[in-house]
C-alpha cells in the first residue's frame, strides 16, 4: 500500500498462505517464545492478552509448549503490564531480554491531542519496534491497523483490495499515521524477510466499549447529520470479532497486509433508523465544522468522524482474509448494531454525562503521556 507524497515505499506483494478453520484457538501455538502486546493498558490489549494467556493456559493443560504472553503500555502499568520505553536501547533489552518471538503491536496515541508528539509516539515509535525486532531476532510482527488507510473518494472501488493504490494521502490525522507506519513496513519488509510482518486493517469497529469515530459518531444526540444527497454503504466489525482476528493472525503467522470486516454492509440511514436516530442532511461544506463541534462537546475531540465518510466511507474486499489468512468474524453487519442498538437503549443521560467527565479526564492523561513520550524519541 502506498499513497501519492514524499518518498512512499513501493507496494509489497503477499504471498498466499493456505487457509485453516476460521477459529481463533490455534493461536498462541505457533512457537514456544514470549509473545508481547503493546498497549496491554488498553481495551484490546488487556483482552488479547487474556485470550492468549487462556490459550496458552489451555496448551499447556493439553501437555503443548507454552508460549508466556507479556503486556507493556506506555500509559498503564501495573502487576502484569510492564512499562513500555520506546528508546532503542530499552526496546532491545526487553525484546531480548525476555526471548520474545513474536509482537502484537496495539500501541496508539489519539493524533488530535498533540499533533506532532503523537507523531513522534506513534509512528516513530513504531519503525523503533519494527528496528528493534530485526536486532532482537523476533520472527514476527502483528500490527493493526484500518481500512480509513485507503480515504474516502469518489473513485475508490466498491470493495478495495490490499494492493490498491492511494492516490493521495488522507486527510484525517490518524489515517496519514497508520499510512506512514504501513509505508514504512513494506519498505522495511522488502529489504529484511525476518521478522516477517503482518498488517491487519479493520473496518469502523462498533460494541459496546469501542471508541472508533463512527461509534462516537453513532453514540451522539438523536438527531444525526449526514451528507445531503448521500448514503454510504458502512462496513463495520464487531469489538469482539477485533480480539478473535488479532489472536488467530498471531497463531497462523500471516505476513502481508488483510482487510478485516464483519460479511455484510448496512447503508448508513438504515444504520441510524435501527438506532432510533433521526437523519439530519446537511450540505457537505458544513459537515467538519458540525462534527468537529459535536466531538468537543463529547470531551472527545480527537474522535471527530472525517466528513468525506459520510459521503464516500471505503469497503475493503475481504477475499483475502478468508482466502488466505482463515478467518471469518463471527457477528454479521447487521446483526453488530441490532446489537448496539439494544445496549444503547439501556443508556440514560446520567450514564453519557459520566462518560463525557471521564472522557475529559482521559484526554488530559493522554495528552500529558504524548508530550513526555516524544521528548524521548
Known sequence: MSAAGPSPAPPTPVAPVAPVAPTPETAATAGTGAMLVTGAGGYFGRRLVARLRGLASGGAAAGAAAPRVLGADCVASGPDIATLDLRAEALLELLAGEKVEAICHLLWFPEALEPEAAFRANVMGAMRIVAAARRAGVRYLLVRSSTSVYGHARAMPAFIPEEWEVEAAPRDGRARHLLEVESFVEGFTARNPVP???????????????????????RGGPVRPVAMGYDPRIQLIHEDDVVDALAH?????????????????????????????????????????????????????????????????????????????????????????????????????????ADRDAAREERNRLRETVKRLAGTL
Open 249 to 353: 493472525a498471531l497463531g497462523r503467522r500471516h505476513a502481508g497486509a488483510v482487510n478485516v470486516a464483519a460479511p455484510g454492509v448496512v447503508p448508513l440511514r438504515r444504520v441510524l433508523r435501527l438506532l432510533g436516530k433521526t437523519a439530519a442532511p446537511v450540505p457537505h461544506p458544513l459537515l467538519p465544522a458540525a462534527l468537529a463541534l459535536e466531538a468537543e462537546l463529547s470531551g472527545r475531540p480527537y474522535l471527530a468522524l472525517d466528513a468525506d465518510f459520510l459521503r464516500f466511507a471505503p469497503v475493503g474486499d475481504t477475499t483475502r482474509m478468508e482466502r488466505d489468512l482463515g478467518f471469518r468474524p463471527r457477528v454479521a453487519a447487521l446483526e453488530a448494531i441490532r446489537e448496539l442498538a439494544a445496549v444503547e437503549e439501556t443508556r440514560d443521560a446520567g450514564a453519557r454525562a
Open 196 to 218: 516477517a510482518v503482518g498488517v491487519l486493517r479493520f473496518a469502523p469497529v462498533v460494541g459496546p466499549a469501542s471508541e472508533s469515530r463512527l461509534m462516537a459518531y453513532l
